[in-house]
């Protein structure tokens, strides 16, 4: 049955006409609960509630589905706001990006050319950049970027899905690059001819390229809210002599707010994924997608409205 609902709410996110449809209505039906907002002006004042609670933050601006160049320059625009926001803001958080928003589908250069705009900006105002991994399809682009880019700047960093088999290769490829990798289970649907469709396997594999990335010396985000991971991930950084400074615990907005607190207070580095926008649609289904138990905080949400 999970299994079922799993790839029902994939499916879902890639349905481009629901797409439309909430974008038109907005922020219902639960889907506040893991969006911070429509607007940046909302996901700053989010940013300040997590920072005062000792939370760090990335934000990111939501967009999926774009398929013209005009679209990529406005998403591109969007992300140079959302970092100067940031800096005019004073606010501890860094910065999240899809390159197929900034245009990857469509040409390689311009999306390139784009993303040398962004990291000059937050070069300049001295922000971390995040570049999220999308579907398997994006993967090498996505590390040729990556690598076109190092060549000029160097306070950026990726996510590495788990579920991949060829994730421990990619570990090992970026390592002389000292990257700060942003650890994930993964949450596309993608053939069993190139990821491990047994959540056993996965797991297995995230321990690993968890423990290779500490032992390579690079700076690890574990992103999870598996009690069990995050106690292997406690467990290591022990066992390895590792000082806090050298990793993170990341948590998505809006869940397992309660253990966030607790890590903190417990002396964890901890930052919280903020999304906002109005494109919030594949989001918050992968969201569904990863834990049937959402799907309840959201019927909950409904009945309450």
Not at 122 to 132: C, G, Q, S
Request: aromatic residues 12%; charged residues 30%; proline residues 1%.
């Amino acid at each position: 049955m999970e299994k079922l609902m799993k790839n029902f709410f994939l499916f879902m996110a890639g349905n481009q006409s629901l797409n439309k449809l909430a974008k038109k209505h907005g922020l219902r039906f639960g889907g506040s609960r893991f969006v911070a907002g429509e607007t940046l002006e909302a996901a700053i004042d989010a940013v300040k509630k997590l920072n005062e609670n000792g939370l760090m933050v990335t934000l990111d601006h939501l967009g999926e589905f774009v398929s013209s160049k005009e679209e990529a320059s406005a998403m591109t625009a969007y992300c140079m706001e959302t970092l100067k926001a940031i800096a005019s803001n004073q606010v501890d958080s860094n910065l999240s990006l899809k390159l197929t928003s900034m245009g990857l589908d469509i040409s390689y250069d311009f999306c390139l050319n784009n993303m040398r705009k962004i990291l000059e900006l937050a070069k300049e105002l001295n922000i971390f950049v995040r570049f999220d991994m999308e579907d398997y399809a994006h993967l090498d682009q996505t590390l040729k970027l990556f690598r076109d880019l190092r060549k000029e700047y160097d306070h950026f960093g990726l996510v590495i899905q788990a579920y991949l088999y060829r994730t421990e290769e990619d570990i090992v490829a970026l390592a002389k690059y000292g990257t700060n990798l942003r650890l994930v289970k993964g949450a596309y649907k993608e053939s069993p001819d190139v990821a491990f469709p047994d959540k056993k396997d996965v797991d297995e594999n995230y321990q690993l390229i968890i423990r290779r990335q500490l032992e390579y010396g690079n700076y690890a985000a574990v992103a999870t809210h598996d009690d069990a991971m995050i106690a292997y991930t406690k467990q290591l950084v022990k066992d390895l002599n590792i000082s806090n400074d050298r990793f993170e615990f990341q948590f998505l907005y809006g869940i397992r707010t309660e253990l966030q607190k607790s890590l903190v207070e417990e002396g964890y580095r901890v930052r919280v994924y903020v999304p906002y926008g109005n494109d919030w649609y594949g989001y918050f289904m992968r969201r569904l997608a990863e834990r049937p138990a959402n799907v309840a905080f959201v019927l909950k949400g409904m009945v309450k409205k």
